[in-house]
């Protein structure tokens, strides 16, 4: 996460609401101590962590997998043999060339060049003696590379990195005892990189993130590279424990040990080793939930083990490896081959952007339809993009245009509420205005999603019944506009303002600073309203905004049906890291000074701020 867009993004809306309250937000050392992220509002909003089996046409134990779709993927088995889904869901042999016994699979998928249709993910499996193969069809059919080596290889990764000045350039690597090895053609050529002695040793695991590629091995043995494998310097791991297994969330590591320990690093980039209830055999990623690992008590959980996103999940063997490539799988002993997914439960509101629609303590949104009125044209470029990219874009545009379109109607019902309530013309003549700027923004990102479609998309009728039965108690007005205002307006401001630095797409970039500013007036106009409703509802309101201040969640973020930050579309895990982030440093310390600022008004007698 770029740490200067995320400080200007969450300073931008701290000024709003500084502004809006007038809370002191400097100086008084408060941290936002007490309030868990990356929860549900109660004990019943959780992820659920799925391990669905897939079939094999053997029973065989299993050690690695990788893949990028469910069409392409393979297996390896424990004495070397690929497996593939080749013509159905079933995991089966494919033919194979000679070689030494294969120990390690990497997959990846270049990207699609302009104007031309995506070429099938590139594969490699390497093992013993310099054994390798490579297929460019996403593990169908395998040929014989010749690496120009003789030692045992370990693992392998190919991937896209990014490089200074927004340049991305797909490369692989080969790690083994004593040896690493460099392609920047898509596997076709190997060439060795040169390592000083200190740098050098058993690897046994490699891998890349957004920036940097990681090796990992024997004695703690860990290096990186930044400019995509040419050059390597070496990590102070913190342990001279045999490093087995390997991912980087972002750019940060994660490493099981032979012993099943955890090697960790932090965002200071020190290393510290985690000790787990059960040894970990691997470690991985899946959307929404982030770090995932195996266990050696036969089940596959979040990690951290304390993380209160999902439980652990038991699985029928012993696991043993996680994919690397996207698709997200694990295998095992006895032909466990697993596709690992997560499912969501209800909460108090959905994640999206801007003021949820709830209706019966779940997020209304209309389906979307043909029809060009609520389009609005944006020039998104879509040049290069494969069909099944632009659909994925599509619909996550879509969806935020019906959640943007459902915010119309929050917004009406809110301005009843507030009349009801007594609120002053203030008040609602601000929220008045507020939905004219939700419009536009549903209209903006319906003319996104169908500039990705190309075809028009719309809203169809927003199911609201029995949305508008209009309450007048101000501790239910109060409680709701924290929640839906406060925080849910707060988190979409700093998220579309940090979205909008990180997009290439000039066009996009413009409609995610236009949310961002509008977001964050109705963030601040949120917070004006809260306000108001401690100065007028006296103790009761009071009571129910602390008992709400005090069980702050930040909402929960699905999966998303694309993430690619140069076109505007941040990944879950890290709107997650954004929603957690605001409500611990703009949100919880806000809405606690509030409160504290308004008893002591009313213990002192000083006439409270308009």
Request: hydrophobic share 50%; glycine share 10%; with cysteine.
């Amino acid at each position: 996460m770029n740490s200067l867009d995320l400080r200007a993004a969450v300073l931008a809306v701290l000024q709003a609401v500084t502004l809006a309250c007038s809370v002191k937000v400097a100086g008084d050392g408060s941290d936002g101590d007490g309030v868990t992220s990356e929860q549900g509002c109660n004990s019943e909003w959780e992820y659920n962590l799925r391990a669905s089996s897939l079939m094999t046409a053997e029973a065989v134990d299993l050690v690695a997998v990788a893949g990028t779709s469910a069409k392409f993927s393979a297996a390896l088995t424990v004495d070397g043999r690929l497996l593939a889904p080749l013509g159905s869901a079933v995991f089966e042999p494919v033919e194979q060339p000679a070689s030494g016994t294969l120990r390690a699979v990497a997959m990846g998928a270049t990207e699609c060049p302009e104007l031309q249709p995506c070429a099938d993910p590139v594969a490699v499996a390497v093992g013993d003696g310099g054994a390798a193969l490579r297929s460019v069809d996403g593990g169908k059919t395998w040929t014989a590379i010749d690496l120009g080596t003789t030692a045992d290889l370990r693992a392998a990764m190919l991937a896209t990195v990014r490089l200074p000045g927004e340049v991305r350039q797909f490369v692989g690597v080969i790690v083994g005892d004593g040896v690493l090895l460099r392609s920047d053609d898509a596997g076709a050529t190997w060439v060795p990189v040169a390592l000083a002695p200190e740098l050098s040793g058993s690897f046994r695991a490699v891998e890349a993130g957004w920036t940097r590629i990681v090796a990992v091995g024997d004695g703690g043995l860990a290096i990186a590279s930044t400019d995509a494998g040419a050059t390597w310097t070496k990590l102070d791991s913190g342990t001279t424990a045999d490093l087995r297994r390997l991912v980087l969330e972002r750019d940060r590591v994660f490493s099981a040990t032979e012993a099943g320990e955890v090697v960790v690093e932090g965002e200071d980039l020190t290393f510290k080793t985690v000790v787990p209830s059960a040894p970990v055999i691997d470690v991985g990623l899946v959307d929404t939930i982030g770090r995932v690992a195996l266990f050696a008590d036969d089940r596959v959980g979040p990690w951290p083990e304390d993380s209160p996103l999902a439980p652990s999940v038991a699985l029928p063997s012993t696991p043993r490896a996680l994919s690397r490539g996207g698709h997200q799988l694990l295998v095992g002993d006895d032909g466990l081959i697993a596709e690992v997914f997560v499912e969501t439960q209800g909460g108090c509101f959905e994640d999206g952007v801007g003021r949820p629609f709830i209706v019966e303590g779940t997020a209304r949104a209309a389906a979307l339809t043909g029809r060009e009125d609520w389009c609005e044209a944006v020039a998104a470029a879509t040049t290069g993009l494969d069909e099944g990219r632009r659909e994925r874009l599509a619909a996550a545009w879509g969806r935020d245009a019906a959640l943007e379109h459902a915010s119309v109607a929050a917004f009406a019902r809110w301005i009843v509420e507030l009349l009801a309530c007594g609120a002053p013309p203030a008040l609602v003549s601000a929220a008045q205005a507020a939905i004219a700027d939700e419009i536009e923004h549903a209209r903006l990102c319906f003319g996104l999603a169908s500039a990705y479609a190309g075809r028009s998309v719309g809203p169809d009728a927003l199911p609201v019944t029995p949305a508008m039965a209009v309450s007048s108690d101000m501790s239910q007005l109060a409680v709701s506009t924290l929640l839906e205002g406060c925080v849910g307006e707060t988190i979409a401001a700093v998220e579309a303002g940090y979205a909008a630095a990180g997009c290439a797409d000039p066009a996009v970039a413009r409609v995610l600073r236009t949310i961002a500013a509008d977001e964050q007036r109705h963030a601040a106009l949120a917070w004006r309203a809260l306000a108001w409703a401690l100065e007028r509802g006296g103790a009761l309101v009071r009571a129910a905004v602390t008992a709400a201040v005090a069980g702050l969640r930040a909402p929960r973020i699905d999966a998303e049906a694309v993430a690619d930050p140069a076109r505007g579309r941040l990944g879950a895990a890290e709107r997650r890291e954004l929603a957690a982030t605001t409500l611990r440093v703009v949100i919880a310390p806000s809405a606690r000074r509030l409160l504290g600022r308004r008893e002591a008004e009313r213990a002192t007698g000083q006439q409270p701020h308009a």
